[in-house]
């Protein structure tokens, strides 16, 4: 690996552990406030609404400015950002409105940082696909294991230490992350394409993803993985405290039970993908998804919750280091920005109609509702897709990207559009 890949593995580490800390601090917070479950919802989809107004144009931003610049400016201003709610928090002012506020500045934020991470690291590695999966492999078991397995119970200690506290830790989180981040080598930028409006350059992109069927998808996987995921994170501590009988630090062991099997879907994942090939693999890991949800919503004790939700976990790491290697390996460096942005715009765009599903199920049924209806959405999406992804064609992807492969040849699947 090149020597800028470890500081880039350590600022997004450290920056993932800052993240894990609010990720079981909020929602914690918000539920002291209410316990109205689509006031929660509007907390969980506000940090999603950023990729729905400005995914695709932020995209085509990233493909214009200095990605490593990008990176970590939105990091920086994010760490100032949290100052606000803890202040709030520290003079008994914080209030629902508030959290979504910060919670869709953050997300904002979140789309130029992951978009112009994302297209930064094939530059990094030279475009290798071995490396670029070794790398996510380390990335996403790094981020897994700081944002899963320490943040979350760090941050329901640091909660009953005051409520600012795990805020205020998330800011520093993001503002090592940033000084990381700036030290990082620069890449080359991708040669400019001719001068055009930035949403025509926009509408490139996502025109590339919605005509491939193997990059729509990969798309498609984390769109309908969002909806289902969300309705069951909006609900998940009202129903871990009602009908598991969880208490606050009880609360993060489970969020640590789903990283522990992320870290090791990660871990693990180039070496399924080599067994069953990226295509068959991807698929087994969405079914393993869908059916661990199924077993969450069925438990009968804490115990059986934090298997299944292992279970999910290693599915989902599995899935976050396969996915991205492909799509990093097989589109080109100037529309990189705009395929990343436009394919993780749909995944967000989705999460908020995941959230207000969750909420309405858990309010007009009861709070186990919304997981199954999760489970239904993911197994159904693991049969839609199936075909979308398959090792035929990502095989034919590859090919077709590879050094000496014909450009201009489309990969098998690409649906022409007169």
Do not use: K
């Not at 205020?168 to 400019?192: G, H, I, N, W, Y």
């Not at 709070?367 to 693991?382: D, E, F, K, N, W």
């Amino acid at each position: 690996m090149p020597s800028g890949f470890g500081r880039l593995w350590t600022a997004q580490t450290v920056s993932s552990l800052g993240d894990g800390v609010s990720h079981a601090a909020l929602p914690l917070l918000a539920l002291a406030l209410t316990r109205d479950p689509m006031a929660l919802a509007v907390v969980t989809a506000a940090g999603t609404l950023p990729w729905l107004l400005f995914g695709v144009l932020g995209g085509a931003l990233v493909d214009r400015w200095d990605r490593r610049r990008t990176m970590w400016v939105a990091d920086a201003l994010r760490a100032v950002l949290l100052a606000i709610p803890a202040a709030a928090a520290v003079f008994d002012v914080l209030s629902i409105p508030l959290l979504a506020a910060v919670a869709f500045l953050l997300g904002l934020g979140g789309l130029f940082f992951d978009t112009a991470a994302t297209a930064y690291l094939p530059d990094l590695l030279g475009r290798d696909p071995a490396l670029l999966e070794r790398a996510n492999s380390r990335l996403r078991g790094a981020q897994t294991a700081a944002s899963g397995f320490a943040g979350p119970p760090a941050g329901s200690a640091l909660l009953a230490i005051g409520r600012a506290v795990p805020l205020v830790a998330d800011a520093v989180s993001f503002a090592v992350s940033a000084l990381l981040v700036r030290s990082l080598p620069a890449v080359p930028r991708p040669v400019p394409q001719a001068r055009e409006s930035l949403l025509r350059q926009a509408r490139a992109g996502a025109s590339y993803v919605f005509r491939n069927q193997l990059l729509l998808g990969l798309a498609l996987r984390p769109a309908v993985g969002n909806i289902a995921f969300l309705a069951v994170e909006t609900v998940l501590a009202l129903f871990a405290h009602d009908r598991l009988g969880i208490d606050t630090f009880g609360f993060g062991l489970l969020l640590t039970a789903e990283a522990t099997g992320g870290l090791l879907g990660a871990a693990i994942a180039s070496s399924i993908g080599r067994r069953l090939g990226t295509g068959a693999a991807l698929t087994c890991t969405a079914a393993v998804e869908g059916l661990a949800i199924l077993g969450l919503a069925v438990a009968p004790n804490p115990y059986v919750a934090g298997l299944a939700l292992a279970v999910c976990g290693a599915g989902m790491g599995a899935t976050m280091v396969l996915g991205p290697s492909l799509r990093q390996a097989i589109v080109p460096a100037h529309l990189m920005g705009r395929v990343a942005s436009t394919s993780r715009m749909l995944a967000m765009c989705a999460a908020p109609f995941g959230a207000f599903l969750g909420g309405w199920l858990a309010t007009a049924y009861d709070v186990r509702t919304p997981l199954y209806a999760a489970a239904g959405l993911l197994l159904t999406m693991t049969v839609v897709t199936a075909t979308m992804t398959s090792n035929r064609r990502v095989e034919a992807a590859l090919r077709a990207a590879a050094p000496g492969g014909e450009p201009g040849h489309e990969p098998v699947g690409f649906i022409r559009h007169s």
